[in-house]
């Protein structure tokens, strides 16, 4: 908000100059454990990283179609089907007072194309088809990749492509130097407490349009009463992850709400090497036995999104096909799927991590209750670590990373993903891989339309995630700010650079 900070004449008790500070104080739900921004994939990321990094490709975030402008690059041209040459922009100045070059892109990229562990999750959503980033000189850097990649401009405008300071991390080892975020952004970090603060302020040194705020901190406060009795305290100018039914108590003289139905699926991840639910049989009897329909009238107030396939309207056309009706309710079928694979009681283990998904616990108790009609003994457990040797399910979600099939498929069910290398997405169907390869790599659009369309059938088959719903979820803040969502961006992401909102308070 805006706040009056008032000098005054050491001694005198003289007024001699007033300036209006403008400070937005956010209250998050999650946060992180570090600002590296390789290694920060998630939802609870999202809206602090958007704001220090910078890509080399940028996003117009409310373009649709989705459409690219120049970043850290200038210019960018396919020189060969593998290469990408960059041009940089000049006098790039980073948080940590150097000057972005090549070695810098080269650092940032080069440790998450070549998989160093801390950067295993990331490499598997967006970077398995990259290879190298090689200098050809100081502002000039060439891509390679593995094999033609038709998403080349929707990887490097992902934040996970964002640059860092390779001085930087050549000072210190990675576990201090991820807790002080440089970047190139409008704004930069000046404090940050893993799981709890960032503080950033405007970067006087930013190389285009300066930063329209002084200062925002994002403070963790984790309890949904907290952070809606915050707001209304005026402790808070911003509030995230409030769900529909405290719509009521922010209605007060000087608040407003947004809503938003996130292009984003609460999903649980049904483990396919670890019995009972190995057998795709099971796998399918969970998924028949859950009434979508149910959670979100009971939890989101009918207001939440029952998904009928694995895709979204903001692919737009061609990519979205409106007529898909492939999810279903039906627990009779699931009984009968259940005795023919031989289940007998045997326990389903699901493990959830402690506060992070919205609802999350309610709908595994709903969840729980459902699948007990149909005779399967589900055990709850919310905990620190997921024991990937024994769960069954392990809730998750899965966002759209980017406006296209592939920007909540790829990023999450391909092989390479973190549930693929973990061995809890092992799809078996013969046609899974090749299908696959079309859809990711393929130029022609029906030929990609066709070969998504059959992903989605096969995956059915190999049932191997339940989607639950697209989460309807609220923001409340003061009256005078003003943000449209980013539609060319992942869920989550705040708009707080220039030209992307307004704050008149």
Request: hydrophobic fraction near 40%; charge should be negative; glycine fraction near 6%.
């Amino acid at each position: 908000m805006y706040r009056m900070l008032i000098a005054t004449a050491l001694g005198l008790g003289l007024l001699t100059s007033t300036v209006a500070a403008k400070e937005l104080r956010i209250a998050v739900s999650t946060h992180i454990s570090n600002m590296d921004v390789q290694d920060q994939t998630g939802n609870n990321g999202a809206p602090m990283m958007y704001q220090p990094y910078e890509t080399l490709i940028e996003r117009d975030s409310f373009s649709s179609p989705l459409t690219f402008k120049p970043g850290l690059a200038t210019e960018w041209t396919q020189i060969e089907p593998t290469v990408w040459e960059l041009k940089l922009r000049e006098n790039v100045k980073m948080h940590d007072g150097t000057t972005m070059d090549a070695y810098d892109v080269e650092f940032s990229l080069d440790r998450v194309f070549n998989k160093e562990p801390e950067f295993a999750s990331a490499w598997g959503r967006w970077f398995y088809n990259f290879k190298d980033a090689e200098v050809v000189d100081p502002m000039t850097v060439r891509i390679h990749t593995i094999k033609e990649d038709p998403l080349f401009e929707v990887m490097m405008s992902a934040r996970t492509s964002g640059i860092t300071s390779k001085e930087h991390y050549d000072s210190m080892t990675w576990e201090d130097a991820s807790q002080i975020a440089i970047g190139t952004g409008q704004y930069r970090v000046t404090e940050f407490v893993a799981r709890d603060l960032a503080v950033m302020e405007r970067f006087d040194d930013y190389w285009g349009e300066p930063a329209p705020l002084d200062k925002i901190t994002f403070k963790y406060v984790k309890e949904v009463a907290s952070r809606v009795t915050g707001l209304v305290n005026g402790e808070f100018d911003l509030v995230t992850n409030i769900p529909p039914d405290q719509e009521a108590a922010m209605q007060q003289p000087g608040l407003k709400i947004k809503g938003v139905t996130w292009p984003m699926f609460h999903v649980w991840i049904i483990a396919q090497n670890n019995e009972p639910t190995d057998d795709p049989r099971v796998r399918k009897a969970l998924r028949l036995c859950t009434d979508r329909q149910a959670l979100v009238d009971g939890l989101w107030g009918g207001k939440a999104h029952v998904p009928m396939a694995h895709q979204f309207s903001e692919y737009g056309e061609p990519y979205y096909m409106p007529g898909l009706d492939l999810i279903k309710f039906d627990p009779e079928q699931g009984k009968a799927l259940l005795a023919e694979a031989g289940y007998n009681g045997e326990t389903v283990l699901a493990q959830f991590p402690r506060s992070y998904y919205l609802y999350g616990d309610l709908a595994a108790q709903v969840i729980q209750q459902q699948w007990a009609e149909c005779g399967v003994n589900l055990e709850l457990e919310e905990v620190d670590s997921i024991d990937y040797d024994i769960v069954n399910v392990r809730a998750w979600s899965n966002p759209m990373y980017y406006p296209d099939p592939l920007g909540a498929m790829d990023t999450h069910w391909s092989i390479y993903s973190w549930v693929g290398q973990r061995n809890l997405w092992t799809p078996t169907h013969p046609d899974w891989a090749p299908t696959y390869e079309t859809a990711r790599f393929s130029t022609d659009v029906q030929a990609r339309k066709d070969a998504y369309l059959r992903l989605l059938e096969i995956s059915e088959d190999e049932s191997g995630w339940l989607l639950m719903y697209e989460p309807h979820e609220l923001y409340g803040m003061v009256e005078g700010l003003e943000f449209e969502i980013p539609i060319a961006q992942r869920p989550y992401v705040l708009p707080l650079r220039a030209g992307e909102f307004t704050f008149d308070n």
